[in-house]
T-cell receptor
Framework: GAVVSQHPSWVICKSGTSVKIECRSL??????MFWYRQFPKQSLMLMAT?????????EQGVEKDKFLINHASLTLSTLTVTSAHPEDSSFYIC??????????FGNGTRLTVT | GESVGLHLPTLSVQEGDNSIINCAYS??????FIWYKQESGKGPQFIID?????DKRQGQRVTVLLNKTVKHLSLQIAATQPGDSAVYFC???????????FGAGTTVTVRA
């Protein structure tokens, strides 16, 4: 069954608005979660590492003020795309590491900014 | 069927045949490798992993081979089924912190 859950699975928003995406680890605690972005027919690119109780660390070229990450509990990380623009339209995927196992991914959130 | 070259984007294979998907990694310091399967509109699904102290690992219908000398990774799928049609990604971990770096991906299409 699913190990990591994402919500919503898809969202459409207007340009200039903000969108929040949730990532939950199911029946395990995840002190670290990762956020990836995937454009059509491309590979996954790591955006940031979400750390429970501390600031997220962002990969080079990812704007931390645009992609706000909050990891307030051991089972929940949220990614907020602020002032979204059409070029932010993408497939956002989170992942979490379950102790003793590989990195598991959520089913992604398809964001479309109109 | 077999994907040749490092970044062949597609592989077409007859149902029942074996598939071989190849991947090259760039960093000799990588010590953990994973194969993921991604179906359309879904997140990556774990298939099999291997650490750098091994050169082969087998799972159910799948085998991963690691050649550290040439920095090459392959995924073999036995008796390919229609449900195996998907995009397959190899991923490497360089820093030991599960920040995975993904390859370009190979689209596998299974012909009935």
């Amino acid at each position: 069954g699913a190990v990591v859950s994402q919500h919503p699975s898809w969202v459409i928003c207007k340009s200039g608005t903000s969108v929040k995406i949730e990532c939950r680890s199911l029946d395990f605690q995840a002190t670290t979660m990762f956020w990836y972005r995937q454009f059509p027919k491309q590979s996954l690119m790591l955006m940031a590492t979400s750390n429970e109780g501390s600031k997220a660390t962002y990969e080079q070229g990812v704007e931390k003020d645009k992609f706000l990450i909050n990891h307030a509990s051991l089972t929940l990380s949220t990614l907020t795309v602020t002032s979204a623009h059409p070029e932010d339209s993408s497939f956002y995927i989170c992942s979490a590491f379950k102790s003793g196992g590989p990195l598991h991914f959520g089913n992604g959130t398809r964001l479309t900014v109109t | 069927g077999e994907s040749v070259g490092l970044h062949l984007p597609t592989l077409s294979v007859q149902e029942g045949d074996n598939s071989i998907i190849n991947c090259a990694y760039s960093n000799s310091a990588s010590d953990y490798f994973i194969w993921y399967k991604q179906e359309s509109g879904k997140g990556p699904q774990f298939i099999i992993d291997i650490r750098s102290n091994m050169d082969k690992r087998q799972g159910q219908r799948v085998t991963v081979l690691l050649n550290k000398t040439v920095k090459h990774l392959s995924l073999q799928i036995a008796a390919t089924q229609p449900g195996d049609s998907a995009v397959y990604f190899c991923a490497e971990n360089i820093r030991g912190d599960y920040k995975l770096s993904f390859g370009a991906g190979t689209t596998v299409t299974v012909r009935a």
